[in-house]
Each structure stands twice: as C-alpha cells, then as structure tokens.
Nanobody
Framework: VQLQASGGGLVQAGGSLRLSCAAS????????MGWFRQAPGKEREFVGA????????YYTDSVKGRFTISRDDAKNTIYLQMNIVKPEDTAVYYC?????????????????WGQGTQVTVSS
C-alpha cells in the first residue's frame, strides 16, 4: 500500500499550485483522506480533509477560502488545489488515509501516509 504525493515546487506568493496524491495497492474509496504539512522546526499540522464520498470537506482556518480538496476515486487520487498561496504556506505537504469515513484533523486517525512533497512560496 502506497500513497504518492506529487505536484510540489516553487511558486510566487499569490500564485497557485495543485498537489496530487495517488494511492496504489488498495482502494481508499471508503475512507476519508487528509492533507497535512510540516514547516522546518515546526510540528506537523492539519491542512484539510475530505470525507469518504467527497461531500464533506474540512479545513484549518488559515487555508479556508484558498485551498480546496477533491477526490477522484476512479483514479484513486486526491487533490489539493492551493490558490493565493502565501510564504507561510511553505512546508512539506503530506497526504494521508484515515481509518474512518469521516473527516478529522487528528493525525491519530490516519494510518497510511505519503512521503511528502515540498512546497516553497517565495515573497
């Protein structure tokens, strides 16, 4: 079972970036999926999550209105569309699969993690 995050890179403040997370080895169509990030010297923090059927999303306050999570279960892939990015969005971004179908911000509820993709926002 593997989650492969991709799409990171260098972007200017105010720009956009779309991250992808492809799952292989099993389907996660019955599970919520989440995105987390970790900046240098900081703890990993919750960014957002999408429930099992894609009808419910949940975001941390700092990205509300700028980031959007979606899922395509036919492709076993989730996405994080990042708009109006800010320098404080700079971090390694991780996707994760929850043990449950509901959204959650707790890392304890996620049991599969991707390897991370670096996002750097220049000012």
């Amino acid at each position: 079972v593997q989650l492969q995050a991709s799409g990171g890179g260098l972007v200017q403040a105010g720009g956009s970036l779309r991250l992808s997370c492809a799952a292989s080895g099993r389907t996660f169509s019955t599970r919520a999926m989440g995105w987390f990030r970790q900046a240098p010297g900081k703890e990993r923090e919750f960014v957002g999550a999408i429930n099992w059927n894609g009808r419910v999303t949940y975001y941390t306050d700092s990205v509300k209105g700028r980031f959007t999570i979606s899922r395509d279960d036919a492709k076993n892939t989730i996405y994080l569309q990042m708009n109006i990015v800010k320098p404080e969005d700079t971090a390694v971004y991780y996707c994760a699969a929850s043990k449950y179908g509901r959204t959650s911000s707790s890392t304890n509820e996620y049991d599969y993690w991707g390897q991370g993709t670096q996002v750097t926002v220049s000012s």
